[in-house]
């Protein structure tokens, strides 16, 4: 009998793990796309009363991910125990392969280095937010 509690005991401390990770993931992706949602509505309105050109909007079209990977990857860097680095490579690396895989099968776009090096710029933002992350993480 005590064999059955001791299994079931480290089953649901597994368990129980896996699922705050994927919850702390899950909120990050959330942070991530608010935070695209709120800075793309307020450049669209911006531009919308033609406060900003077309070249500064394009520029803050390539900022906005940039700056909500930064904020995804704070979220679970100040989240996770330890490696920080490592998360926010997990992180971005998840969220780059979603974009690619959204770009070549919906928006159906080539590949081009540009790209490439975009996302890499992404997972680098977001292993940067998340080793922030972790070192703002109260003790």
Wanted: charged share 15%; aromatic share 16%; glycine share 8%.
């Amino acid at each position: 009998m005590n064999i059955r509690i001791f299994f079931y005991t480290i089953e649901y401390l597994l368990i129980g793990d896996r699922m705050k990770y994927l919850k702390n993931l899950g909120m990050s992706f959330i942070y991530i796309i608010v935070t695209i949602l709120v800075l793309t509505f307020i450049t669209t309105i911006l531009s919308y009363f033609n406060i900003l050109n077309d070249k500064i909007t394009s520029i803050i079209k390539i900022i906005i991910p940039i700056i909500s990977m930064l904020i995804g990857g704070f979220y679970i860097g100040k989240k996770s125990l330890k490696k920080g680095f490592l998360e926010g490579l997990k992180l971005g690396g998840i969220f780059s392969l979603i974009l690619i895989i959204f770009n070549y099968l919906a928006l159906n776009i080539s590949f081009k280095f540009k790209y490439l090096l975009f996302y890499l710029i992404l997972i680098i933002t977001s292993i940067l937010g998340s080793m922030i992350g972790i070192n703002k993480k109260k003790q």
